[in-house]
């Protein structure tokens, strides 16, 4: 090989080492910007429907480090250009005229006294957190940040380092700083702020709230000097500007709610910036006046409350209060947010079991629903007043939340149905089947959180309004996407809106109870609940635009004599609607009703027998119930007795259209009704004829008997057994005790009765009106 060719051939190695080692070098340059960025781990932030701040978390490092912001206040980012880096938008990364600027400077000075940084620069040394200052660093930094405008723009970059700037103790970005010294986001912030806010980084350790801060006011005033010459803003402004004082306190993050807060951070809704649907402004006055109410239920021993409320347009939360303050002590409960705590839910699901009756036409409004003394396999339901009406309208026995009326209900209706309607509605915490609950169900026996409850009864006022019926969302956020809709066949708008205008008579509290003496008056739909031992204290209540749902109690779940519905919850919710802009009524649905014609007295489908009225019923309704309780009768010529044709001429006999109840319900009825009128008598000759045929004997006691029913060893005295004989052994009949009610019996005619000493009349009747009396006495030995 001759000289000349090896030569050629050391060039071409040569070149060759030196593009690979530029490859190597420029691959080294491309790749050293730190993947990702930053590393950092940011704070957790809920914001308002409008991005307003609700509620923060510091991040785990304890810094108060929000996520990098997608925009800035235009006098935020003229101030800190001006202050850091006025021509930004012209370098690539390195400002070479301020280089050589600072270069000379700190050689003539032979110390650093002027720094040459970009903002570019600045994001690198944030991102490496890399404090060192030397010349190798120096020159790292500028590669970097020329690397760093190939993969953002400049926005990009103007918004990273506003976010991960130091601001002074632990805050950690605009964001952070603008909430922590001036109360508010940084889209609001004044001149004089934004200028602080871009100087500060600066000298982070200048800022001292309520100390001598002389030094970082001449700062900031030199910026906002040099931002009025550059023509930002007037003289004047500048002036205000310069007499704005420095923050005097470090403030507190907003605590609007906490609790939802965290129980989305605790159902790993794992996002730094969560928006949710709140009003802010609502949030903070809903929350002011359950503050306030808080401390008004201690006095009554009650320590808890949670409240929400509804959008019924949009399905979502506009205001939320999972408890009554915020505590992390494990003692106080206050952590717990009670709005998804499973409570016994008292009498809240009566409004549900009316409205899916009505539905499927198993009632209408006025038909009469027994209200006695009733035993179910051993349960025995009461009402509030431990009074029975012995019959009563359902609307009634809704509004009036009687218990016994709405047991019959679900009996009649089947505790499986309303159980797999209360499913499809979307309640998630039926833990057991239908048969374990039983009839309690109806009655608290079940456990409900209020946040689904509430969503329960917003469903009726949509279904009322033709909106469709939406899934229960588990997580209370704003809506990404649209809510799933349920089937709608189980509640129409009929149905709906006759079972609101039912729970607009539901008596209320208070100063609240004379609500329609005025006309400007709220009409609200709604209704309480009260728990066995008095632990739970509900009301939710509906308008066209908004539910509310209130619960009150102690979180440990222990009782307290008058925590009640009524007392306790009720008095907030109407304090809460009054917060709310003005509402209105829903309008009758005439597409979805159909008019029937009923009797007047008890609510059944009219026969010739009665007087009636027309009243509506849901569309889809296939309700076929005939009045039972209005008959013809024949009395004799004075309409004194009841006679027939068997021992009257039939040309005397008079006939009567009579409303008339079976005994065990009338004897109740008629104490509340004065105007109920028994059935007449029947004439004694007619009674003879009649008793010679009727098909009841008494086996025993037999008439006239006279007993000894001695005493046991605590002093009681035993009871005894009657027995009767029926021709028609599967009839009903009703047991008396010196007109006193004992109970039905059907099949076996057995009673087991407890007479004291003396005299004692028994009277049994049955279903058809047949009845035998007799007397018998208790004797002490």
Not at 214 to 232: C, F, P, V, Y
Not at 563 to 569: N, P, R
Not at 573 to 593: G, M, R, V
Not at 726 to 731: D, I, L, M, T, W
Request: with cysteine; proline share 6%.
């Amino acid at each position: 090989m001759n000289v000349k060719t090896q030569s050629s051939t050391v060039k071409i190695i040569a070149a060759v080492c030196v593009a690979v080692i530029f490859s190597v070098l420029i691959s080294s340059w491309w790749h050293s910007l730190p993947q990702p960025l930053f590393n950092s781990p940011y704070s957790s932030i809920l914001l308002d429907r409008n991005n307003q701040l609700l509620e923060a978390r510091i991040a785990s490092d304890e810094q108060w480090r929000f996520p990098p912001s997608e925009t800035l206040p235009s006098s935020y980012i003229k101030a800190v250009l001006l202050f850091e880096d006025k021509r930004f938008y012209t370098h690539s990364g390195v400002d070479f005229l301020a280089l050589g600027r600072a270069t000379l400077q700190n050689i003539k000075a032979k110390e650093v006294v002027s720094g040459a940084s970009t903002l570019s620069m600045q994001v690198i040394r944030l991102a490496s957190d890399n404090q060192s200052r030397t010349l190798s660093t120096k020159l790292i930094e500028t590669l970097q940040a020329l690397r760093l405008e190939f993969s953002y723009d400049k926005q990009e970059i103007l918004n990273l380092y506003a976010s991960h700037a130091p601001f002074g103790g632990n805050v950690v970005g605009i964001s952070a700083a603008s909430w922590r010294y001036f109360g508010r986001a940084p889209e609001s912030l004044s001149w004089a702020e934004s200028a602080l806010l871009a100087v500060l980084p600066n000298r982070p350790n200048y800022l001292r709230p309520g100390k001598n801060q002389q030094k970082l006011k001449q700062k900031r005033d030199r910026l906002l000097t040099r931002l009025q010459q550059a023509g930002e803003f007037d003289q004047l402004q500048l002036t205000l500007a310069l007499s704005e004082p420095l923050p005097d306190k470090i403030l507190a993050f907003p605590k609007r709610a906490p609790h939802l807060l965290e129980t989305l951070i605790s159902r790993n809704f794992n996002q730094a910036v969560i928006k949710t649907s709140l009003n802010s402004n609502l949030q903070a006055q809903v929350q002011s006046v359950t503050n306030n109410y808080a401390q008004r239920l201690l006095n009554s021993q009650i320590t808890h409350l949670a409240a929400v409320v509804l959008d019924n347009k949009s399905g979502l939360p506009v205001a939320y209060i999972g408890n009554s303050g915020f505590s992390h002590n494990p003692h106080s409960g206050k952590g717990i947010d009670l709005l998804h705590r499973a409570r016994s839910t008292g009498s809240i699901l009566k409004p549900l079991l009316y409205a899916t009756m009505l539905q499927q036409g198993e009632i209408t409004p006025l038909q009469l629903v027994e209200d006695t003394p009733t035993k179910f396999k051993g349960y025995q339901p009461e009402n509030y007043d431990l009074k029975f009406r012995g019959v009563v309208p359902a609307k009634q026995a809704l509004a009036q939340s009687l218990n016994i009326p709405a047991v019959n209900m679900l009996k009649q209706y089947g505790i499986k149905p309303f159980y797999d309607f209360l499913e499809t509605r979307g309640m998630s915490t039926l833990h057991r089947n239908a048969d374990d609950y039983g009839l309690p169900l109806i009655l608290g026996g079940a456990e409900g959180t209020l946040w689904e409850m509430t969503h329960l009864y917003m469903q009726l006022a949509r279904a009322a309004q033709s909106l469709p019926a939406q899934a229960i969302s588990r997580l209370p956020t704003i809506a990404i996407e649209e809510p799933s809709i349920l089937d709608t066949s189980h509640l129409g708008a009929g149905a709906a809106w006759l079972t609101l205008n039912a729970l607009l008579e539901v008596g209320r509290p208070g100063s609240e109870s004379r609500w329609r003496q005025f006309s400007n008056s709220r009409k609200v739909a709604w209704k309480t609940g009260t728990s066995y031992g008095f632990r739970d204290g509900w009301a939710i209540g509906t308008t066209a635009e908004y539910t509310i749902g209130v619960w009150t109690g102690n979180a440990e779940g222990g009782g307290v004599p008058g925590l009640t519905g009524t007392q306790a919850a009720a008095p907030l919710l109407f304090e809460l609607f009054n917060l709310l802009p003005k509402t209105h009524w829903f309008s009758k649905p005439e597409y979805d009703l159909r008019q029937v014609r009923v009797c007047k007295n008890d609510g059944f489908l009219a026969t010739p027998y009665c007087d009636s009225k027309v009243i509506d019923l849901p569309l889809v309704s296939s309700y076929s119930k005939i009045s039972p309780y209005h008959m013809r009768i024949h009395t004799d010529a004075k309409q004194h007795y009841r006679v027939s044709s068997a021992c009257e001429p039939v040309h005397k006999l008079s006939s009567l259209n009579w409303f008339t109840l079976p005994p065990h319900v009338a004897f109740y009825y008629q104490k509340q009704h004065s105007e109920y009128r028994p059935m007449p008598k029947w004439r004694q000759d007619c009674l003879n004829f009649m008793s010679a045929q009727s098909p009841i004997s008494f086996i025993y006691p037999h008439k006239g008997t006279q007993i000894y029913l001695p005493t046991t060893m605590d002093g009681s005295r035993t009871k005894m057994v009657s027995e009767l004989a029926h021709q028609y052994s599967a009839s009903q009949v009703y047991w008396y005790l010196d007109q006193e009610y004992l109970g039905t019996t059907q099949q076996i005619h057995q009673m087991e009765i407890g007479p004291g000493l003396g005299k004692h009349e028994l009277l049994v009747v049955d279903e058809a009106g047949n009845q035998q009396v007799l007397g018998f006495e208790v004797l002490s030995q």
